[in-house]
């Protein structure tokens, strides 16, 4: 039985909440609707206490409203400045540039993810096709006759290539290289590919004016999450809480 300030919070409750709260085990599951319905039990209260909007049972005519209400009372959130915002600009440029293009042919080697011994025979072709395009052989003639994909067709090339295209462990290594030929094969989900970048056209850095707000609207909304989640530490140190401990659980309002 868990009691915030004198009040139970039923064992059915916790039961009822876990739907909204996945987690790798019923205990986890148990233990994060216990929290939130404790923590939302200390919202009502100091809510009430305060005179805020509550009905007879105890619960918010209106969660959402009652809680603005709440935290406007009783939590100073600063915003973000142009200065923050420049400064956050200015050390995440990457984020706010748009896409490089690539020109890209390969060769892909194809080999399941758990068969070891075709990988291993896939990343001894790759080093070995790469020696010979090295030494001067086409790209294009080796394509038809080794890749698994079907730009085979086409010489192996893939054309224009721009971020969000290719999967994550491929497009790691493309957009970092070089044009030219790799000198190593890349490792993917589908096997490994022999890479040749043809052409490299960089992003372009969108103007600070162009993402000013959406900067501010995200530094203003990690402020505000990091300003709820003390003022809630506080009200967890400042109550009787019987039946869960906050240490014991993880929590990171607790670290």
Known sequence: MIQVNQTQIPEKDI????QYHPAPSQREAMLKSAEALIIAELLRQRAKTLGLDIDNDGAATSQDDFLEK???????IPTASQQECEQYYRLNSNRFASSPLLEVS???????PDDDKARVEAKTLAEQLISQLQQGAKLAELARQYSACPSKETGGSLGQISRGQ???EFERQLFSAEPGLLPQGIE??????????ARKVPGNL??????QQKIAEYLNEKVRRK?????IHTLIVEAEIAGYDF????SPLMQ
């Open 206 to 211: 969108l103007p600070f004016s162009a993402v």
């Open 227 to 231: 300003a709820v989640a003390q003022y």
């Open 166 to 168: 290719t999967v994550p």
């Open 247 to 250: 240490k014991l659980s993880g």
């Open 106 to 112: 390969h060769i892909l080697l194809a080999a399941a």
């Open 188 to 197: 993917s989900r589908y096997g490994f590919h022999v890479v040749f970048v």
């Open 70 to 76: 709440l935290l406007a009372q009783e939590v100073e």
């Open 15 to 18: 039961l009822a909440e876990m």
